[in-house]
């Protein structure tokens, strides 16, 4: 399932700071960047339940906020892109 995860990190300090790299770092691992606090993550139920537990464990939820949202296995049909940045398909071809 396509998931796509937002986040918001509060970097007026040092902790904010360190917080933001990591939560970029965790989703790096499981997708895609596609802003700069917005990626798209390619997983099954069981990634998906390590990732949102990874990323809850680092946040500050007094002053950050996470969101998720479920695209589910039919999201090439929910996802259009216009703009900078070319669009990319996790599940296409990948050369090396």
């Known amino acids: 399932m396509m998931v796509l ?45 390590q990732l949102k537990t990874q990323l809850e464990d680092v946040i500050d939820p007094k002053t950050d906020s996470l969101r998720y949202y479920m695209l589910g296995a039919n999201w090439k049909r929910k996802v259009e892109h216009v703009g900078a940045k070319e669009g990319y398909d996790p599940e296409g071809l990948l050369l090396l």
């Not at 918001?8 to 917080?19: H, I, L, M, W, Y």
């Open 5 to 49: 995860i937002t986040y918001d990190v509060q970097t007026t300090s040092p902790e904010g700071a360190k917080r933001l790299r990591s939560i970029s770092k965790i989703c790096q691992n499981y997708g895609q960047r596609v802003q700069n606090s917005v990626f798209e993550c390619l997983v099954d139920p069981v990634q998906f339940k």
